[in-house]
């Protein structure tokens, strides 16, 4: 697929012919201005100043949906929308397509169900003791703090150490992975910078790779487990395979859950009623899950994207091969006909569907570990170092982009 499509990149002067005047408007995601203070008000402007499906000429020209029906239909028939590339704008940091993401159906199935047995709530359930180490050892650190820059001394480390531990990766190489996955992710750097950090990501990956064929297998350390991986036919993975896969999970493990972290903790620092409410619940297992879903419907991070694989009509605008979709979950899980006032956080709501996992063949395998992740963070905290705060005269800086996040947190107590 990537051989036959050729994306632009910059701003369009004029949009395309089948493009109706009426349906352009003008929307950059990756704006460092727009986007400084508060990400997700940008997107929800959108309900009341565009089509429910417009077309923007930034990055080479894009669609916008916006209702939740609309981007689960999306994400649900990959046989119009492609799922490659994942970017917007697109920069080829990495050489071929991610394994099983950027693959479409059939091609997509073998390599999930690889994945999906290391992944599911059983599973991750084995993994609790390993997530809970993690971040005890980080609140180890500054137990005795006062004030911490909260993105630094846990939300970004913590996810590091939990995939280290995972791939049975040396921990001391954190601080190195962390510092690539800043060059590949931010919007902020340079398609040269991103691709450079691509290029060190197969570096970093062929030596790990190399050294798991070296040593037994062991199928708790998920390198291990793929390296030494063999199907029905005792055929394993490609080298290239291996490298696909290895990188997907380097970015799903790390940027996303740092993303979704510094959202979550900067709105219950505003709000120690809220922490009151999980404190009181700690041991209840059913209500921090319900609390969980609930910032995650609130905070979704993600703007997935899709590619139209051949000329159709969606929802009466008339769609052209190669033309690129985005799909912002912000406006998913914020849709008024879905979520009764979607803008007030709600711990105890119960009808839920939130979408920043996805929908369809393609909704994230890692899941069930982000939201243990998000309720093991939540216990060790709230039990060690409750009633955080936002340090008075302190401000959070914040970035679009195809991952959302914040570049700052300070918490005082």
Same mark, same amino acid.
């Given at each position: 697929m990537s051989a036959t499509f050729e994306f632009k990149s910059g701003y369009q002067d004029s949009a395309p012919a089948h493009v109706p005047q009426d349906l352009v408007h003008d929307f950059d995601h990756v704006d460092p201005a727009k986007f400084a203070e508060d990400p997700f008000g940008p997107f929800l402007a959108l309900r009341d100043s565009a089509p429910p499906i417009f077309f923007s000429r930034h990055h080479g020209g894009f669609w916008v949906v916006q209702g939740y029906d609309d981007l689960k239909e999306v994400l649900r028939t990959p046989a119009l929308f492609s799922s490659w590339p994942m970017n917007i704008p697109y920069v080829p940091a990495w050489p071929r397509k991610l394994v099983p993401v950027e693959l479409d159906p059939p091609e997509h199935k073998k390599y999930r169900a690889l994945l999906a047995p290391l992944f599911t709530p059983k599973a991750v359930e084995l993994m609790e003791p390993i997530i809970r180490r993690s971040a005890e050892e980080l609140v180890d650190r500054f137990q005795n703090e006062s004030e911490i820059e909260f993105l630094e001394e846990f939300a970004r480390p913590f996810p590091t150490f939990v995939f280290m531990r995972l791939m049975g990766l040396p921990l001391e190489d954190s601080d190195k992975l962390l510092d690539i996955e800043d060059r590949i992710m931010r919007p902020s750097h340079a398609p040269e910078v991103k691709i450079k950090a691509g290029e060190e990501i197969v570096g970093y990956m062929v030596r790990a790779i190399e050294s798991a064929k070296q040593a037994p297998a062991n199928d708790d350390e998920l390198l291990s487990y793929m390296v030494h991986w063999?199907?029905?036919?005792?055929?394993?993975?490609?080298?290239?395979?291996?490298?696909?896969?290895?990188?997907?999970?380097?970015?799903?493990?790390?940027?996303?859950?740092?993303?979704?972290?510094?959202?979550?903790?900067?709105?219950?620092?505003?709000?120690?009623?809220?922490?009151?409410?999980?404190?009181?619940?700690?041991?209840?297992?059913?209500? +921090?899950?319900? %609390?969980? $879903?609930? /910032? *995650? !419907?609130?905070? &979704?991070?993600?703007?997935?994207?899709?590619?139209?694989?051949?000329?159709?009509?969606?929802?009466?605008?008339?769609?052209?091969?190669?033309?690129?979709?985005?799909?912002?979950?912000?406006?998913?899980?914020?849709?008024?006909?879905?979520?009764?006032?979607?803008?007030?956080?709600?711990?105890?709501?119960?009808?839920?569907?939130?979408?920043?996992?996805?929908?369809?063949?393609?909704?994230?395998?890692?899941?069930?570990?982000?939201?243990?992740? +998000?309720?093991? %963070?939540? $216990?060790? /905290? *709230? !039990?060690?170092? &409750?009633?955080?705060?936002?340090?008075?005269?302190?401000?959070?800086?914040?970035?679009?982009?195809?991952?959302?996040?914040t570049t700052t947190l300070p918490l005082s107590w």
């Open positions: 063999k199907d029905q036919e005792q055929r394993g993975l490609t080298d290239e395979e291996l490298l696909d896969m290895g990188f997907l999970l380097f970015m799903a493990g790390l940027d996303t859950v740092t993303s979704l972290f510094g959202f979550a903790f900067a709105h219950l620092a505003r709000h120690h009623d809220l922490q009151q409410y999980l404190i009181d619940n700690l041991n209840n297992n059913d209500v +921090l899950d319900c %609390a969980i $879903e609930e /910032l *995650l !419907r609130k905070f &979704p991070t993600v703007n997935t994207n899709r590619t139209v694989l051949q000329d159709c009509e969606f929802k009466g605008v008339q769609l052209k091969r190669g033309d690129r979709i985005m799909l912002p979950i912000v406006l998913a899980n914020h849709d008024p006909k879905h979520f009764d006032d979607p803008a007030t956080v709600k711990l105890d709501r119960k009808d839920n569907p939130q979408m920043l996992f996805g929908h369809g063949p393609h909704k994230c395998l890692g899941q069930y570990l982000g939201k243990r992740e +998000l309720r093991i %963070a939540l $216990e060790v /905290l *709230l !039990r060690r170092k &409750p009633f955080f705060s936002i340090p008075e005269g302190k401000r959070i800086s914040t970035y679009g982009g195809g991952v959302m996040g």
